[in-house]
Each structure stands twice: as C-alpha cells, then as structure tokens.
C-alpha cells in the first residue's frame, strides 16, 4: 500500500478525507466517502506501466530558484549522450514549467496513440512529458488546487506511453505539497530509486532543504544525496574562484555531514548555463572543459552508480 502523509488523520478519523493533510491525497475521495482506505487503484496501474523502466529519480528543492530545472534537464542530457540508454523526462511542475524552454521543445504539441500519450522527442532516445506542452501559449497561467494537480500527475504517470526506459527523471516544483505527495505514492509500489536534492550554498536555501530532507525520511524515500548549485564562479580567463553566494553558515557540506546525506558534489556558476538554457541547448557540449561540465558529470557518475548499487541489491533479494 502507498505511503500516506505523515499527518493523516486515519482512515477511520471523522477527519478522514477532510482535514488539511488530506489535500492532494490520491485516497481522500475514499476516505471521505467512508469507504475506507482503499487504495486508489490507479497505484497498481501505474505499477503495472512503470514494469518497462528501471530506474526512477525524483530531482528535489525546497527552495525555487536554485536550478532545480536546469539540473534534470543536464541530468537527462548527460545520460542520453550513451545512445544505448533511454531517457524520460518528465516535468511535473504543474505550474511553473520550464522543462519545455531548457529543452529547446517550446511549441511541441502531445500526441494521443492507441497506447496513450506519446512523449516529445528531443533525441531518438530522450522523451519528455511536461503539462506545458498542453498549453496554448507559455504564458498561459495554469490555476489549479491540489486534486486537479493530482489528477495530472496520475495521467502523466499512467497514461504516457514511455516505452523501454532506463532512467526517468522527475523534475519537481519546490517545497513538499500536492506534487511531492502525489508522485512518492503513485510511484511506491513501483520503487523509487530515490531523490537528488538541489541546493545553493546560502542559508536562506538551505533551511527549506533540511525540511525537503525530512520530508523524504517521512515519506521513506531513499536520498541519492545534494548537489550545491550555484557553488563558487571561476573566472575564465584567470582562473580564480570567487564565491558570488557565500556559504555562511557552512553551505551544503556541512549541512550533509549534519544530517548524514551524501554531497554529490559542487557545480560552479557559469554564464553559459543560462544562455543555453535560455537558447533549448546541452551545456555539457557547448561547453565541455568548464569547470562547471567536470562537476555534472561527475555528480552524474555518482547517481548512476547508485542506481546501479540499489537494482543489485534487489535482484539479490529477490534471487534469495
């Protein structure tokens, strides 16, 4: 059975599917319904979908503005680049989406096929998902409360035709609201591999990522670690680093140590992300000596080795 908030009043409460932590929560409508907590059965229909992919993170922040974004998308570049691997995309900021523009798909329309939804293609073997394909322009406001949201989420999951998959990326909004909660429950029964948290070095950014933190021990998802982004500025042409955030109170290395998270790693500001995001362009090849491409694949290295780890972990658990 899916996890439920951490909060939930019980399905037997006279609060069941009426109290404020029941927003969002696939189960509500049961719940209130006095039904009992049922499951919602799109939870093994989304289990059934995601057979076909092997692995699945969640790229977390609890502060926006921190290139949470611009972190998936040079994540799922980075791992397209074998053409062997499949890559998904998908953006579940419902409203704030931006994986369109970083990804040069603005424009791209989503196509229904007798097996769902299918994605927009941006390479042979990267597709991405995102609600901003069903807009009619990009600055159209989506207004939406928490089930409606829910709903999304539930369709992008169950209803889109990924095919054989090797990683899917889920690019989520800040914080630990309607989204987050829906995509951690439709997804247990599928096994999450686990969440990579972004962060910038200022304090300011780092007290809502202890709360993302504690939010995925909550919720029991497992953190592939943080990266600090935004984490110094080498200059081009001398080479010296200056810190444009500075880590007052430690930045992201001591806050890991603290509370016994993994530091993915540091990736350096550089102008030219900006530029090719703005531009729907791969960083990593525009730019492939910056100090800031070294940080991204190597921080990718490390997820892929986690990933790796935890799909033998289970083959052997399932094997004994």
């Not at 972190?71 to 680049?81: P, V």
């Not at 591999?193 to 304090?203: F, H, L, R």
């Not at 955030?245 to 998270?261: H, R």
């Not at 986690?306 to 799909?311: D, P, S, T, V």
């Amino acid at each position: 059975m899916e996890e439920v908030p951490h909060d939930c009043p019980g399905a037997d409460s006279a609060q069941a599917g009426r109290g404020a932590s029941c927003q969002g929560c696939p189960n509500q409508r049961l719940c209130a319904s006095g039904a009992g907590a049922t499951p919602d059965p799109a939870i093994e229909e989304i289990k059934e979908k995601m057979k076909t992919v092997k692995h699945k993170i969640l790229v977390l922040s609890g502060k926006g503005g921190v290139g949470k974004s611009t972190f998936s998308a040079h994540l799922a570049h980075g791992l397209a680049e074998d053409e062997n691997t499949q890559i998904a995309l998908l953006d579940i900021d419902i409203c704030g989406p931006s994986i369109p523009k970083i990804m040069g798909l603005e424009g791209e329309q989503v196509h229904q096929s007798g097996s769902g939804w299918s994605p927009v293609y941006m390479e042979d073997n990267l597709g991405v998902m995102s609600v901003g394909f069903l807009l009619s322009s990009p600055d159209d406001a989506v207004i939406w409360r928490g089930p409606k949201k829910n709903g999304m989420i539930k369709q992008f999951l169950r209803d889109v035709d990924w095919g054989e998959v090797d990683y899917l990326i889920v690019d989520t909004p800040p914080g630990t609201s309607d989204e987050h909660l829906s995509v951690v429950q439709y997804l247990a029964a599928a096994h999450i591999d686990g969440a990579v948290i972004i962060t910038t070095p200022q304090e300011v950014s780092l007290q809502d990522v202890r709360k993302e933190i504690n939010f995925c021990r909550k919720v029991k998802l497992p953190i592939i670690g943080v990266v600090e982004n935004m984490s110094g500025f080498i200059c081009p042409k001398c080479k010296k680093e200056s810190q444009i955030f500075p880590p007052t109170t430690g930045g992201a290395e001591l806050m890991c140590k603290d509370l016994e998270v993994p530091l993915l790693g540091r990736v350096p500001l550089d102008p030219l992300i900006g530029k090719n995001c703005d531009k729907g362009q791969s960083f990593l090849i525009d730019a492939p000596d910056s100090p800031a491409t070294l940080a991204y694949r190597s921080i990718i290295q490390k997820i892929q080795e986690f990933c790796n780890l935890r799909q033998s972990e289970e083959e052997n658990l399932i094997s004994s």
